[in-house]
């Protein structure tokens, strides 16, 4: 906490009498914002009220202490030097209406406002001099009858004073000062029209330039636009030719793909070409040796074995079975959605028809529910299906066993887990009989 010194100190008036003021003298503080708090050392017998004077010299201001009207409300005379203070404003001085004397010099003020002076109609002695001053508001002396003394000189457009007891015929009358001031002050006025105008002007020229460059940016859009439709309208009619070619292409191979199925057709149907038999219990079939054994490895193997054999035996085979076998390597005929497909599945991997199986496989991998998941799930450990079984798996799980997680093990064991569903079966059905 600053610690401030009061004494007294005398001062002369305008009449050159000697006048006794109390005075606090503030010097290197920092005031800060808002309530600036120190402590005051007074006289004996004299307090805050007895204080006629305030004096800062080389002090940092945030802001004037305006809460110094009330600290000290019976001040006369203030005096700033040589310190930052660059505001001062009406607030600041307004309770001090018995003022008689302001001195900021050697500050940072640019600016006085008209009303600064308003309340404080006794003022004799006013001095700015030494401070950054630019523009002054023309009414601010009004109403101050008792002014003898204004001080602007040294200011960044003032240089003039005014002395009521200097008599010499060039001095600067009161008359001169305010119409300097009223003149700076239009000129002022007039330069920041003119500076508003110009930065109006800059405005609407960006606008301008802003618009322009839209404008630009849209129609060089627009060319982009218009270049990229151009070269895909090129690219689609490009396409299009080749699509036509392809639809040509495609047709003529369709025409001589109808005329080769046609002949296939003749040969495969006319009995003394086929020069191999092949028995299904108790049924014959006769079929072209080199067309099977191209569609089967196995068959290939078993002939490969015996190159004079004219007949081959098929055990473990249905005749419903084989005849959809037979369909599909004759005449490339799918199987219905009806057919067994588990055991066109089975067949078709014992005798290695790949195609025939990855279609039965399609089809039990749609048509899987819990009433055939269990015999798929062993065909698939048989044939090593992982596609198959983790779905028939996945099906016992959820439909068999949804209160507790099986062992993944067991997807592995069919035989198993038959023995644990029908347990679970046999247990359910316990419960719920009387």
Not at 103 to 118: A, P, Q, V, Y
Request: aromatic content about 10%; hydrophobic content about 35%; overall charge negative.
């Amino acid at each position: 906490m600053a610690n401030i010194e009061c004494e007294f100190r005398y001062v002369r008036d305008k009449d050159d009498n000697k006048e006794l003021l109390y005075e606090c003298f503030f010097d290197n503080q920092k005031i800060p914002f808002g309530n600036f708090v120190f402590e005051r050392q007074h006289l004996e017998g004299m307090t805050d009220k007895d204080v006629t004077s305030v004096e800062f010299t080389n002090c940092d201001f945030d802001a004037f202490p305006k809460h110094f009207q009330k600290l000290f409300p019976k001040v006369t005379h203030l005096c700033i030097r040589n310190s930052n203070l660059g505001n001062i404003s009406r607030k600041h001085i307004t309770l001090w209406r018995k003022m008689i004397y302001i001195s900021i010099e050697n500050c940072k003020l640019k600016h006085l406002k008209g009303n600064l002076f308003r309340d404080l109609v006794d003022l004799e002695y006013i001095s700015f001099a030494y401070n950054e001053i630019e523009d002054i508001d023309p009414d601010i002396f009004k109403g101050l009858l008792f002014l003898n003394f204004v001080d602007l000189r040294r200011n960044k457009n003032f240089n003039l004073c005014f002395d009521e007891d200097d008599d010499d015929k060039d001095a600067c009358t009161m008359d001169k000062l305010t119409r300097e001031i009223f003149s700076l002050h239009q000129r002022k006025q007039i330069q920041l029209q003119e500076n508003k105008i110009k930065e109006l002007e800059q405005k609407l020229q960006f606008q301008e330039n802003f618009k322009e460059l839209l404008e630009q940016q849209g129609r060089n859009l627009m060319a982009e636009m218009e270049k990229k439709n151009l070269e895909q309208n090129e690219k689609i009619k490009t396409l299009e030719e080749q699509i036509q070619l392809q639809v040509l292409k495609i047709s003529k191979l369709e025409k001589d793909n109808w005329r080769l199925t046609k002949q296939l057709d003749v040969i495969m149907a006319e009995p003394t070409l086929k020069d191999f038999t092949i028995q299904i219990e108790d049924r014959i079939f006769n079929v072209h040796k080199t067309l099977f054994a191209s569609q089967s490895p196995v068959i290939a193997e078993m002939l490969k074995n015996n190159p004079d054999v004219q007949e081959l035996k098929l055990k473990d085979l249905k005749v419903p079975i084989f005849e959809v076998i037979y369909e599909f390597i004759i005449h490339g005929k799918l199987p219905g959605i009806e057919a067994d497909h588990l055991e066109n599945y089975a067949a078709a991997n014992r005798l290695k028809i790949d195609e025939l199986s990855k279609i039965s496989e399609k089809y039990l991998l749609d048509k899987i529910n819990e009433n055939n998941t269990l015999e798929i799930l062993v065909l698939s450990n048989k044939f090593k299906n992982d596609a198959l079984e983790q779905k028939s798996f996945k099906i016992i799980q959820s439909k068999f066993f949804p209160e507790r997680k099986l062992n993944n093990e067991l997807a592995k064991q069919p035989e198993k887990l038959k023995k644990l569903i029908e347990a679970k079966m046999i247990l359910e059905k316990e419960f719920r009989e009387p």
